[in-house]
């Protein structure tokens, strides 16, 4: 079954040298029965990615990488991946290594079982989260405002592992930061938006490009910019071409 979908995996990363091959061998391996690519997005790294990225595609034909000049951020990079693959089902992953590839195939098959639904999302929920005491303390702070300001009650929106058509991406206004709020974007559009519990990494290696403060304010000011939006972007917006 799983072999009949390609899907197109999409990696942004920055200063991610160290995680780089590690995270395309597990890829590899658990993806071993299913059809893809994978879209590597280099957001403006100053360390050795680029490289290190070469060598891989070099090693691997279904490997791509789209490079940016300098950094724009983690969802810029996202809409790079997503609007240049080459498949209808994307899947996208964190460079850092804490998202776990074994858990696509999984994923892939709950997305494959809901498939007569025109426009689907499926958020990874991670279980005993490996992140440090302040990074969890900042992500509990921006559920809270999330669910109490915009109404976004999916568990886990900051998961890096989500499943879902580019059609659907394709229908989301785009702003940065946006990979904050999917899941509560693609509700808007009467997408099915499910969950799934998935395994979650300590970081081995690299930094994290956010410190822990900096990412609770700016998820307070995405979250106001959100409920701007929320008001003043057509929501669900039908469109018929009349030919008679």
């Given at each position: 079954?799983l072999?009949?979908?390609?899907i197109?995996?999409?990696?942004?990363?920055?200063?991610?040298?160290?995680?780089?091959?590690?995270?395309?061998?597990?890829?590899?391996?658990?993806?071993?029965?299913?059809?893809?690519?994978?879209?590597?997005v280099?957001?403006?790294?100053?360390?050795?990615?680029?490289?290190?990225?070469?060598?891989?595609?070099?090693?691997?034909?279904?490997?791509?990488?789209?490079?940016?000049?300098?950094s724009?951020?983690?969802?810029a990079?996202?809409?790079?991946?997503?609007?240049?693959?080459?498949?209808?089902?994307?899947?996208?992953?964190?460079?850092?290594c804490?998202?776990?590839?074994?858990?696509?195939?999984?994923?892939?098959?709950?997305?494959i079982?809901?498939?007569?639904?025109n426009?689907?999302m499926?958020?990874?929920?991670r279980?005993?989260?490996?992140?440090?005491?302040?990074?969890?303390?900042?992500?509990?702070?921006?559920?809270?405002?999330?669910k109490?300001?915009?109404?976004?009650?999916?568990?886990?929106?900051g998961?890096?592992?989500?499943?879902?058509?580019?059609?659907?991406?394709?229908l989301?206004?785009?702003f940065?930061?946006?990979?904050?709020?999917?899941?509560?974007?693609?509700?808007?559009?009467?997408?099915?938006?499910?969950?799934?519990?998935?395994?979650?990494?300590?970081?081995?290696?690299?930094?994290?490009?956010?410190?822990?403060?900096?990412?609770?304010?700016?998820?307070?000011?995405?979250?106001v910019?959100?409920?701007?939006?929320?008001?003043r972007?057509?929501?669900?917006?039908?469109?018929n071409?009349?030919?008679?």
């Amino acid at each position: 079954m799983l072999k009949n979908h390609n899907i197109s995996i999409v990696i942004p990363i920055k200063n991610e040298s160290q995680n780089i091959q590690k995270l395309t061998r597990e890829i590899y391996k658990a993806c071993n029965k299913i059809k893809f690519e994978i879209i590597f997005v280099n957001d403006g790294s100053d360390d050795n990615s680029i490289n290190i990225l070469k060598i891989l595609k070099k090693e691997n034909r279904n490997l791509r990488i789209l490079n940016h000049n300098c950094s724009k951020g983690q969802s810029a990079a996202l809409k790079t991946g997503i609007h240049n693959s080459s498949y209808e089902i994307i899947v996208t992953l964190d460079g850092d290594c804490q998202n776990d590839p074994k858990d696509i195939p999984a994923m892939l098959k709950k997305f494959i079982n809901n498939y007569e639904n025109n426009l689907i999302m499926i958020g990874g929920v991670r279980v005993n989260r490996k992140d440090n005491l302040g990074k969890k303390i900042a992500s509990k702070f921006g559920k809270f405002f999330r669910k109490k300001l915009i109404n976004d009650d999916h568990p886990d929106t900051g998961c890096g592992i989500k499943i879902f058509h580019k059609k659907l991406y394709l229908l989301l206004p785009y702003f940065d930061h946006m990979h904050r709020f999917l899941p509560a974007l693609a509700s808007r559009e009467e997408a099915l938006v499910l969950q799934h519990d998935v395994n979650h990494r300590p970081r081995s290696k690299g930094s994290s490009n956010y410190t822990n403060l900096g990412r609770l304010f700016v998820s307070i000011f995405d979250i106001v910019g959100m409920i701007w939006l929320l008001k003043r972007y057509p929501k669900n917006l039908k469109i018929n071409e009349i030919k008679k």
